[in-house]
């Protein structure tokens, strides 16, 4: 299994220094004494990477960037690849066997994690209290070119929805949950698949899985808690999954139920993302606590954490978009006295944590796909070996079982020349028939000799 692409396995270094022009498109925009530590993800960088379809000003200044775009466009030719061969895989059942590189975004209810995803999607989620998503999810992201128009589809089971409009998402999403899982508050193992293509989001594949409840309410099921768990665990205790971690900013970080979670199945946070959602409901006097944290200095994880601010329910119900809610949270961070320098560190906004999340997933797959590869050639070789020992398939008309009943009476009669000749098919350790009878010949001779003498038969029995 090749990659159809050369660039896939390149150094660190150049990975790092192409994960970091992907999000410098836009006009780099001063921010204070030091710019120069700024990661560009600016404001035109936003409203080139991750706004609705029909939202975005794309100016003629961020369309002809030159070399730098070009850069930008080599980068995701190499990215695609990467992400569309696992998902394949994934479409073909292979996750039922072998475990495929992905990342798994769990968060306890209510943390903000449907608004990450729509933030990073531009497209409206199932949303509301309680448990929202009842079946894990498959978003699958595919940037287009500029040109290129929005298109949509929802996969489950043996149907498959065509979207025209990003209005059409939600209610599609929980149609399909409705089907899969019923219309009451159960949850489903079943997957959805969700696809978006635009020229507005990053090439990214994310998981969603059910929010993390401790009790039941209303109609749920009594272990309902339970269930969710077993549900989340399947996926996060994979070596190959990349955890994304949602938690609320004005929450005690270490009380979270889905980093306890993560932190069980990956207690060196190894592979372990942090999201700190909702930095605008953080008590002041806090903050600090809070930078600390995205610094990695409270509850260490290898892989680090970013902060994001969404859109709020009073958002939603004001009908802002994602686009003004993407510029609201590029000027939240800028303005505010504490996390302004998370902004320069690149652990802040939306934007950065797309380019963050498409770097970290594609050195996974590039990571995972070696072992993969030596997986999927021994799971290939026993499947074939299987259906050697199964034979042909069962004749169906006159002339195909005619043809297998002369093919059974040669092989029939090539079996019994070559065990006349010696020459049958045998195993290794295996004794061939003509070896085996000349053997019980041979005893059979030397019994005969050991009992009897010549002439003592004749004298027994009279005969002399």
Known sequence: MELPLTGAHQPASKLSHSRITVCNWGRRKKMGPTPQKARNCDSASVS???LVNGDANVTKETQDMGPENNLCRQYEEKVRPCIDLIDSLRALGV?????????????????????????LSGVALPRGSGIVTRCPLVLKLKKLRQEEEWTGKVIYRDIEEELSDPSQVEREVNK?????????????????????????????????????????????????????????RTYIQKQETINLV???????IAT?????????VDPEGDRTIGILTKPDLVDKGTEDEVVNVVRNLVYHLKKGYM??????????????????????ERSFFEDHPHFRALLEDGKATVPCLAERLTSELI??????????????????????????????????????????????????????????????????????????????????????????????????????
């Open 48 to 50: 080139n990477h991750l």
């Open 95 to 119: 996750e039922k066997d072998l475990a495929l590189p992905a990342i798994a975004v769990i968060g306890d209810q209510s943390s903000g994690k449907s608004s990450v995803l729509e933030a």
């Open 176 to 232: 399909a949950q409705n089907v899969i899982a019923g219309e009451g508050l159960g949850i489903s193992e079943e997957l959805i698949s969700l696809e978006i293509s635009s020229p507005h989001v990053p090439d990214l594949t994310l998981i969603d899985l059910p929010g993390i409840t401790r009790v039941a309410v209303g109609n749920q099921p009594a272990d309902i808690g339970r269930q969710i768990k077993r549900l989340i």
């Open 246 to 252: 949602v938690v609320p900013s004005n929450v005690d």
């Open 256 to 264: 979270t139920e889905a980093l306890s979670m993560a932190q069980e």
């Open 307 to 328: 902060i994001v601010k969404c859109r709020g329910q009073q958002d939603i119900q004001e009908q802002m978009s994602l686009t003004q809610a993407l510029q609201n």
């Open 363 to 464: 050195k996974h797959i590039c990571k995972s796909l070696p072992l993969l590869e030596n997986q999927i050639k021994e799971s290939h070789q026993k499947v074939t070996a299987d259906l050697q020992i199964c034979g042909m398939g069962v004749p169906e008309d006159d002339n195909e079982k005619t043809s297998f009943l002369i093919d059974k009476i040669n092989a029939f009669n090539q079996d019994i020349t070559a065990l006349v000749q010696a020459q049958e098919t045998v195993e290794v350790l295996e004794t061939r028939l003509f070896t085996k009878l000349r053997n019980e010949f041979f005893n059979w001779n030397t019994e005969i000799e050991k009992h009897f003498k010549i002439g003592e038969c004749l004298v027994e029995f009279g005969l002399l």
